[in-house]
Structure formats: C-alpha cells, structure tokens
C-alpha cells in the first residue's frame, strides 16, 4: 500500500462518500486501530463539510486536496482549499458542552473533535490557501 493518499476533491458533499471510503481503506491499510480509523474519518467528514458549506461564496467548482501519510509512528493528514480564509482553530467558536442539546448553537463540533480526538493541529494561509493539518499517533 502507498505511504501517501493523495486526493483532489470537488466542492461538492457527494464526494464526502469517497473521501471517508479511501481515507478507511488507507488507515485500516496501514494498521490504524479502529477507534483511530473512526476518529480519522469522523474529522476528515467535519472538516470536509465545514469547508464545502462555508468556505466559498462565489458559486463556482473549486477543488479541495486531501492529503493522507505516515510519518514518525503517525498519521497526518492535510485539507487545502483556495476559499476565503478562515482558521478553525482560532476562529471557530467554542461549543458549549454544558448546554442541553436543545439550547446548543448548531454547530461548532467539527473543530472540537479535532482539538480533541487528534494529537496536533496547525493551520496557515499560503499561497492563497487554507491549510489545516492534524495528526494522530498510530501506536
């Protein structure tokens, strides 16, 4: 199996389907525990709907590039996309965990799990993209 699953993506959430099929495919491919393999996918499918549903205003097809590969005893992953920018990290409001599910803002889970669920996060704004990586220990 390739070390690196590299994917260019619509702006289009029919293709969250192939996403999350070739994003399992290749942690279960290179030993990923379950609990991994679903955390992995349950952030690339936020991230993912965060980015199609907000991230352009213009109407047009744009494409979004999914980078998944090992390194140091982890997995990384990259999303880059040319939409307004944003990052999610800092920008993204906190949920309120404490609230009833009733009286909770829509929202705002995506970027909780990654802080939560994965063992680093970094974003930057190059070259006229969004850049977020995270990363999640295999061992």
């Given at each position: ?26 942690c ?35 494409d ?71 990363w999640?220990?295999?061992?």
């Amino acid at each position: 199996m390739a070390e690196s699953l590299d994917l260019v993506l619509k702006n289009d959430l029919g293709e969250l389907d192939r996403l999350l099929s070739l994003a399992e495919e290749f942690c279960e491919g290179h030993g990923a525990s379950p609990k991994v393999t679903y955390q992995v996918g349950l952030v690339l499918d936020e991230l993912f709907t965060n980015i199609v549903s907000y991230g352009f205003d213009d109407g047009r097809d744009h494409d979004i590039r999914v980078r998944l590969w090992l390194g140091d005893g982890s997995l990384h992953a990259e999303l880059a996309d040319d939409g307004r920018p944003f990052d999610p990290l800092s920008e993204a409001a906190e949920p309120d965990l404490a609230a009833e599910v009733d009286d909770r803002a829509i929202g705002g889970l995506g970027v909780h799990f990654v802080k939560t669920f994965m063992d680093g996060t970094r974003y930057e704004y190059v070259d006229g993209q969004n850049r977020l990586r995270f990363w999640k220990a295999l061992g």
